[in-house]
């Protein structure tokens, strides 16, 4: 598959108001500058020592958004440019994004990232977890993030049912949740499910971000 026209005919399957994340994970940065060149702004990588050369090498207007598991040793690698981090699994990282951003002045947006997937090997927060991080009036005082909304990969199966079943399912906790709004720094209007297999499902069950690498740059190589 030749990215420069996939990402075309895949935005066009996609409504305006749910933003396309072209994942360049395992990808060189000529093929992400191939893609930027047909207009997309907004890349996703799952490593953070891939992510460092790939921003320091692209255009500055690149928003690049971290979507894989995060060690808390690394998070001040990425804390001066990253523009969203989806994969938030814990209140120790929570806080470490806080400190590493208010090192560089910055307030940090972040998602925290629930378990959906009948997979045990996928990271995430259960409904317990996320309600208890939530809260925890320790997060009071973290001025340098903002929590976002929530993340979630559906297990990884055919079973079209299954899939629609589990992002139903955050979708529901991300309403149930919407009682621990604090404005400015507790907010649940974004949904990040889908990829490139379930993409389709995860928007009509109200994804706001959809997070897609193959579909775009074809498949990555083992
Ligand atoms: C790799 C990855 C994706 C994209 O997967 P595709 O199947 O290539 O679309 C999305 N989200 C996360 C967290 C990933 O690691």
């Given at each position: 598959?030749?990215?420069?026209n996939?990402?075309?005919?895949?935005r066009?399957?996609?409504?305006?108001?749910?933003?396309?994340?072209?994942?360049?994970?395992?990808?060189?940065?000529?093929r992400?500058l191939?893609?930027?060149?047909?207009?997309?702004?907004?890349?996703?990588?799952?490593?953070?020592q891939?992510?460092?050369?790939?921003?320091?090498?692209?255009?500055?207007?690149?928003e690049?958004?971290?979507?894989?598991?995060?060690?808390t040793?690394?998070v001040?690698y990425?804390?001066?440019?990253v523009?969203?981090i989806?994969?938030?699994?814990?209140?120790?990282l929570?806080?470490e994004?806080?400190?590493?951003?208010?090192?560089?002045?910055?307030?940090?947006?972040?998602?925290?990232?629930?378990?959906?997937?009948?997979?045990e090997?996928?990271?995430?927060?259960?409904?317990?977890?996320?309600?208890?991080?939530?809260?925890?009036?320790?997060?009071?005082?973290?001025?340098h993030?903002?929590?976002?909304?929530?993340?979630?990969?559906?297990?990884?199966?055919?079973?079209?049912?299954?899939?629609?079943?589990?992002?139903?399912?955050?979708?529901?906790?991300?309403?149930?949740?919407?009682?621990?709004?604090?404005?400015?720094?507790?907010?649940?209007?974004?949904?990040?499910?889908g990829?490139?297999?379930?993409?389709?499902?995860?928007?009509?069950?109200g994804?706001?971000?959809v997070?897609?690498?193959?579909?775009?740059?074809?498949?990555?190589?083992p």
């Open positions: 598959m030749e990215g420069k996939n990402i075309r005919e895949l066009a399957t996609i409504p305006a108001n749910v933003k396309l994340i072209a994942v360049s994970k395992t990808q060189p940065p000529e992400v191939e893609v930027y060149r047909f207009g997309q702004r907004c890349f996703g990588e799952n490593k953070v891939e992510l460092v050369p790939k921003y320091q090498a692209l255009p500055k207007d690149i690049w958004h971290m979507i894989g598991h995060l060690q040793n690394k001040k990425i804390a001066p440019f523009s969203l989806h994969s938030v699994d814990s209140l120790k929570l806080q994004i806080n400190k590493q951003a208010q090192r560089y002045g910055r307030v940090i947006p972040v998602l925290l990232q629930i378990h959906i997937a009948s997979e090997t996928k990271f995430g927060l259960s409904q317990t977890e996320v309600e208890e991080i939530l809260k925890n009036p320790v997060i009071d005082n973290l001025n993030v903002k929590i976002s909304g929530l993340m979630g990969m559906a297990t990884l199966t055919d079973d079209a049912a299954k899939i629609r079943e589990e992002f139903k399912g955050l979708r529901l906790l991300s309403e149930k949740l919407k009682r621990f709004t604090v404005p400015g720094r507790i907010e649940m209007h974004e949904l990040s499910m990829m490139s297999h379930d993409y389709v499902i995860a928007i009509e069950e994804s706001t971000m997070r897609i690498g193959s579909a775009i740059f074809g498949e990555r190589k």
